[in-house]
Nanobody, 116 residues
Framework: QVQLVESGGGLVQAGGSLRLSCAAS????????MDWFRQAPGKEREFVAT????????YYANSVKGRFTISRDNAKNTVYLQMNSLKPEDTAVYYC?????????WGQGTQVTVSS
């Protein structure tokens, strides 16, 4: 089992920044690729960003490319999402996701609200 706990969400004005963290415990963090997803009210959960086990391969959804940065610190068992130039449409619950083959885990989510 892998336990994932997100933090860092909150209320921010458009144009502002937030940094989300996801702390992992339970198994070897560096064995897992890590993703961030988000889900807005009334919408399906959508992919935001992914980072491989070493941090050397990163991909973003087009909607956040150039504004968000995913990173990880395997020594701290933590993955981050730096979110800059936030827009009201970024408002959602943000989830981190750990995956290795067929083994995957989700955090409980953290709310991000961007006011216009």
């Amino acid at each position: 089992q892998v336990q994932l706990v997100e933090s860092g969400g909150g209320l921010v004005q458009a144009g502002g920044s937030l940094r989300l963290s996801c702390a992992a415990s339970g198994r070897t963090f560096s064995n897992y690729a890590m993703d961030w997803f988000r889900q807005a009210p009334g919408k399906e959960r959508e992919f935001v960003a992914t980072i491989n086990r070493s941090g050397g391969s990163i991909y973003y959804a087009n909607s956040v490319k150039g504004r968000f940065t995913i990173s990880r610190d395997n020594a701290k068992n933590t993955v981050y999402l730096q979110m800059n130039s936030l827009k009201p449409e970024d408002t959602a619950v943000y989830y981190c996701h750990a995956r290795m083959g067929l083994d995957d885990y989700w955090g409980q989510g953290t709310q991000v609200t961007v006011s216009s």
